[in-house]
């Protein structure tokens, strides 16, 4: 038997657009898998992740892969890919005062939302991702 009960996945373009539609796909995949009180913490993460791809490690003419798992063992636990096939390594910045405050938090807000979160490399690029257990734990 597989480790995860659910997969989804999903490529997206390197486009504005591609960050509200990996969102609305994971919207249907955490209401069908009955994420419940998380489902806002895992989508935020959705989007986050997304958009670090697209500004940071999505290449021009590439795309990035969401995918999406739902462990079955341990109480619904979902985990949230962002494959990209860029060059770098994430980083959470320490913004200087006076920073804009709308930039440069994407993966602050995955690291106090999600259980875990972690890189990894892949040839090419990374996979960047988080963990949320259905219950916060």
């Known amino acids: 038997m597989s480790e995860h009960e659910w997969l989804r996945e999903r490529c997206y ?22 994420l419940g009180p998380r489902t806002d913490d895992a989508l935020l993460c959705v989007s986050e992740l997304a958009t670090n ?13 969401l995918r999406l798992y739902q462990y079955a063992d341990d109480g619904g636990t979902v ?6 096939s860029g060059p770098g390594w994430p980083r959470t910045p320490s913004p200087p005062p006076g920073a804009d405050a709308e930039r ?15 890189v990894y490399e ?3 690029g990374k996979v ?10």
């Open 13 to 34: 373009a390197r486009a504005r657009r591609s960050v509200p539609e990996a969102r609305a796909f994971a919207a249907r995949a955490f209401a069908e898998w009955g």
């Open 128 to 137: 960047v991702w988080a963990t949320l257990g259905a219950s916060g734990s």
């Open 53 to 65: 791809a697209l500004r940071h490690g999505v290449p021009p003419g590439r795309a990035f892969r």
């Open 104 to 118: 440069g938090r994407g993966l602050l807000l995955v690291g106090a939302l999600a259980d875990k979160w972690g």
């Open 79 to 84: 985990r949230i890919e962002v494959h990209d």
């Open 122 to 124: 892949r040839d090419p």
